[in-house]
């Protein structure tokens, strides 16, 4: 039935070839440049983050080699303002293609952006819960009426009200403080904040003795984390589609590379230039099978993620009405990209349930 199954991708991945190639051919019309933004940023404002695979795009130079004949600028965009700062950026014309989790992209669709989901970019991503070291909370039963830190608007946001739900809580039961995660580890490591939910940033915090970790998504496997994913504005893709193949194609390039084991300890250097020490990395991922975690792939694993994290967001408050996902989600650049690299098979799809499909 696979088999079946990945001779129809190959037809529909040729076709999509051919039809941009069309389109190329077509209209020679190239972008001066190409404004690419991620929805995070390194410490100290790098212009470097970890976890993604634009990382290996970005630090690697291979969307500025790709569009080099064309003389055409790429302009990379890094957000301490996270997702909202992303569709902010979206919403002025700032934008042509960006890197987010999902309640940002959920909430930016939702509120009119006119941008297509185009290429999965990661999922069951974790994060962290950090207390300072004299807090007597131990574990998430025990910081109702605490006064915390979450990022509100921002994917983390979700994936908390999903923890925390598990336990009985809302965010209604803390005392919530609105702030980005760097901003949030620094108040944590000053001691003016007790709680603070984040990345594994706050790995320094620990190993300098001025937080506790007392959650770990790594318990539980990414159960409440986030999914994320790229974007294009529509206005681009239809003007521009070769171009947006090509992106799409170099991204799914970088994923490929950033799946072979031989690259991994590369992968934590390059990841490192944010400011998070290699060793944090190697502790937070050698124990991930990065192929599925960094998967391009809009699966049905994918797909029913954003669907269950709207019904969940709007459970929790955050998003109000309804999202046509058929309309918003365009996979034949993937395929396209697929199919001209011969990756059809690299990656094997998961079920809804996260199961692979053998």
Sequence with gaps: MRTAVT??????GLANVLVFGW????????????????????????????????????????????????????NWHFFKTAGPGVNEAYSNGALDFAWQGDLPQLIGRYSGLKVKYILGGGRRQHFYLAARPDSAAASIADIKGRSVAIHKGTCPQLSIARLLDAHGLRERDLRVYNMDGLSAASA????????????????????????????????????????????????????????????????????????????????????AKSG??????????????????????????????????????????????????DRWIDRSYLDAALTELNLQDFWIPEDADGKLKE
Excluded at 7 to 12: D, E, G, Q, T
Excluded at 40 to 58: E, K
């Design 23 to 74: 389109a190329a051919t077509a209209g020679a019309d190239v972008p001066e440049e190409i404004n690419f933004g991620v929805a995070s940023i390194g410490l100290g404002g790098r212009p470097f983050v970890g976890g993604s695979v634009a990382s290996v795009a970005h630090a690697k130079g291979w969307l500025e080699e790709e569009f080099k004949a064309e003389e055409i600028k790429v």
């Design 188 to 271: 944590l490591g000053s001691g003016d904040l007790e709680l603070a939910f984040g990345a594994f940033n706050l790995f320094s915090l620990r190993d300098q003795g001025l937080a506790k970790i007392i959650y770990s998504g790594s318990e539980d496997d990414g159960k409440y984390g986030c999914s994320t994913g790229f974007t294009v504005t529509e206005a681009f893709a239809n003007k521009y589609p070769d171009i947006t193949r090509r992106v799409v194609k170099t991204i799914v390039r970088a994923a490929h590379w950033a799946a072979d084991p031989a690259n991994r300890d590369e992968l934590y250097e390059i990841w």
């Design 276 to 325: 998070v020490p290699f060793a944090h990395y190697k502790e937070e991922w050698d124990t991930q099978d990065l192929k599925r975690k960094l998967s391009p792939l809009i699966d049905d694993f994918q797909l029913n993620r954003y669907r269950v994290a709207l019904e969940d967001a709007r459970k929790f408050g955050l998003v109000r009405g309804r999202i046509d996902f």
């Design 7 to 12: 001779a129809l991708k190959r037809l529909i």
